[in-house]
């Protein structure tokens, strides 16, 4: 028996690192701002061009940067040992993210560094790799190199060429690759909010694209005063702590439109509810619930922020490309009974509004009448929109109707249902368009009465479920220029 070497092949291992882990744009980009942040850099600034279809992507930081020794170590593939301990600040995990991130991307990576007023840099080219050749510059090319660096200080530029996936082998036109810049500058936005407005501690870092500072965007809408945070739970785990924080966001009634869809975000609020999961303050995977929960209108007002610390990597298994995770076991008992506790309270934000018989100087839509100790719900005739349609029901017919669901209103099953579990159950929009559609519709009906849109305004801002959702409708009406005031 004897030992014979068997390397990979070059090309073909480093191709194959093309695909590990699942990375887009956003995501390499954000791997790459993970090493700017573990360099202690306060100010990374990215530029993405188009170059008339051969793109190109740099990234440049003012972190510590590296030694020539330093550089030549740090592209090496598999750099560091994913078991070995990381600093808690950390947040590389298998020694290939500037690799694999930038391959994901780029045929060829150039990264040029500045530590202590020595210059270095190296590239490697795809095409260009041999049995693993990589270029080494000397300080004279280096310093050729080093424009985009800052004039002065310590610094590290990462450069990405021959982006064939960027440009998607140069199909890709302009227009294309303008919208891929600003979905990527809205996910990093989201991705690294903490550090951006420097939130729970996280180091305030300055982050721009082409020029344009990102701006923080935080899911859980702190800001807002309708926002609910509601009590942080510690958990321990393997000696680390996890550390809990749920919000119940605020209900449509109490944004613009506007802030309703940008919370939403892309999928809409549907989509994003659950579980927002940190590590050491970086967003790594939002909207699941690790199949603790169904995704339900109801619960899509519940956000819950997850921080993890990355010495529990392994546990939470975290993949290659920072876009993955899995739930522990030992948590699943107390994040379901989290959730369930949630999910009555957001429930219950829905069922405050519209719904609600008894806000004083409104008009609601149901009645309830109590007589010789008999309770009756019935439909408020005084109700402006009934009492419209009544008032041209000659026949009879819209009446018979109304008294109809009244009577056939299915109290036995609706007591068994709120008894059981009144959380279910949902009867108000959960969808702020289909309120406005409504709103619009009764609108135009009450103009063609009254004629002037102030009075139509004055009886709308009063009527449910119109009078709950103020706020969204009137700048609804004002963006369309309907002047209601
Ligand atoms: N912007 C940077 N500034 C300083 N050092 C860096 C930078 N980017 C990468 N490095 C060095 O390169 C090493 C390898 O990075 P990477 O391939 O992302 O793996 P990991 O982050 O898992 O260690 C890092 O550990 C770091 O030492
Ligand atoms: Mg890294």
């Known amino acids: 028996m004897k030992y014979q070497e ?38 990374v600034s990215i530029t993405c061009l188009f170059n008339g279809g051969a793109p190109t992507l740099s990234i440049v930081d003012d972190g510590y940067g590296m030694s020539a020794a330093e550089l030549v170590a740090a592209m090496r593939p598999a750099s560091t040992n994913p078991s070995a301990e990381r600093a808690p600040d950390d947040l590389g995990r298998f020694g290939w993210g500037m690799k694999s991130a930038s391959f994901s991307q780029c045929r060829r990576l150039t990264v040029i560094s500045r530590q202590k007023g020595g210059l270095s840099a190296a590239t490697w080219d795809l095409d260009d790799i041999d049995s693993w050749r990589m270029v ?10 080093s424009r985009g660096l800052p004039a002065k200080g310590d610094g590290t530029e990462i450069l990405w060429e021959k982006c064939d996936r960027l440009s998607e082998n140069a199909t890709l036109g302009e227009e294309a690759f303008n919208s891929l810049v600003a979905y990527t500058r809205s996910r990093l936005e989201l ?25 923080a965007y935080d899911p859980f809408y702190r800001s807002h005063p309708a926002t609910q945070p509601l009590e942080k739970e510690d958990l321990p785990l393997n000696g680390s702590i996890i550390r809990i924080s749920p919000f119940v966001l ?7 439109l506007s802030e309703h869809d940008r919370l939403g975000g892309e999928e809409g609020f549907l989509r994003n509810q659950g579980f927002y999961l940190y590590r050491n303050h970086r967003l790594i995977i939002h909207g699941t619930w690790f199949r603790l929960a169904k995704f339900g209108e109801l619960s899509q007002l519940v956000h819950i922020s997850v921080d993890i610390p990355n010495s529990l990597d392994d546990v939470w298994k ?29 429930a219950r934000v829905y069922r405050n509004k519209g719904a609600r018989l008894d806000r004083p100087g409104t008009v609601p839509v149901w009645s309830r009448t109590v007589r010789h100790n008999e309770i009756r719900y019935s439909v408020n005739r ?55 559609e409504l709103a619009e519709t009764v609108a ?30 009137e700048d609804h009406f004002r963006n369309k220029g309907w002047k209601l005031v």
């Open 6 to 43: 068997n390397p990979p092949n070059a090309a073909a291992l480093m191709t194959s690192a093309r695909s590990f882990g699942n990375y887009d744009l956003p995501g390499a980009v954000a791997d790459l701002i993970d090493n700017s942040i573990k360099a202690a850099a306060r100010k």
């Open 191 to 215: 991705i690294f909010h903490k550090f951006l407005s420097g939130l729970d501690g996280a180091k305030k870092l300055t982050i721009s694209v082409n020029g344009l500072p990102l701006e």
């Open 250 to 256: 605020p209900h449509y009634s109490k944004l613009k």
């Open 444 to 473: 135009g009906a009450t103009l063609a009465e009254v004629g002037d849109m102030k009075e139509v305004g004055r009886r709308m801002k009063d009527q449910e479920p119109f009078a709950s959702s103020w706020t969204l409708i």
């Open 136 to 145: 080494v510059y000397d300080e004279q090319e280096a310093f050729a190199l």
């Open 318 to 346: 975290i993949t290659v490309d920072k876009s993955d995770a899995q739930l522990p076991a030992a948590l699943r008992k107390r994040l379901t009974q989290i959730i369930e506790k949630l999910r009555s309270q957001a």
């Open 382 to 436: 005084e109700h402006p929109l009934i009492a419209s349609i009544l008032e041209d029901d000659e026949s009879g017919r819209i009446s018979a109707a109304l008294k109809l669901v009244e009577q056939a209103f299915p109290v036995g099953t609706f007591a068994q249902d709120a008894s059981a579990d009144i959380s279910r159950i949902h009867q108000t929009e959960a969808d702020p368009r289909r309120l406005l």
